[in-house]
């Protein structure tokens, strides 16, 4: 990732306080890295999510290819269920952004101010696929 995590955390937090309903947010390569989180995320929770996060936007693809236009490509993704919304959007090339809300939050503010988010560091955030080094571990 080429912005550095504290000037992007800060960013994160940022958000949250923007954001009236937000509770946590992360970026997480299209593999289900996490890259950064928001510091009421615990490390374990933020795993989690960016695991989440990252199979709702394969499943997004997948029915993407299936029922879009073929190209795979997925925008943004929603889900609600009892207690919140995750809303997960692409952030730059192999990246994605993710947030989570409280139920009753305004979704179309919720997705402007993720959107809002991405136009202005999209093109700094990148993850590159890893590739398995030497070893035949990712590098």
Do not use: Y
């Not at 989180?37 to 709702?56: E, P, Y």
């Not at 029915?63 to 959007?89: C, N, P, W, Y």
């Amino acid at each position: 990732m080429t912005t550095t995590n504290q000037s992007l955390e800060w960013l994160l937090e940022r958000l949250l306080e923007q954001t009236p309903g937000a509770h946590h947010a992360l970026v997480l390569s299209r593999d289900g890295l996490k890259l950064c989180h928001t510091q009421g995320l615990g490390v374990d929770r933020a795993d989690q999510l960016s695991a989440v996060a990252a199979g709702v936007q394969a499943l997004a693809q997948s029915a993407s290819m299936e029922f879009g236009d073929g190209s795979g490509g997925v925008r943004q993704s929603m889900t609600e269920f009892h207690g919140g919304l995750l809303f997960i959007v692409e952030a730059g090339e192999g990246a994605h952004l993710a947030l989570l809300a409280e139920e009753d939050s305004d979704v179309g503010l919720v997705g402007h101010k993720l959107n809002e988010l991405v136009e202005q560091l999209g093109p700094f955030l990148t993850a590159p696929p890893r590739r398995p080094g030497p070893d035949g571990r990712p590098a």
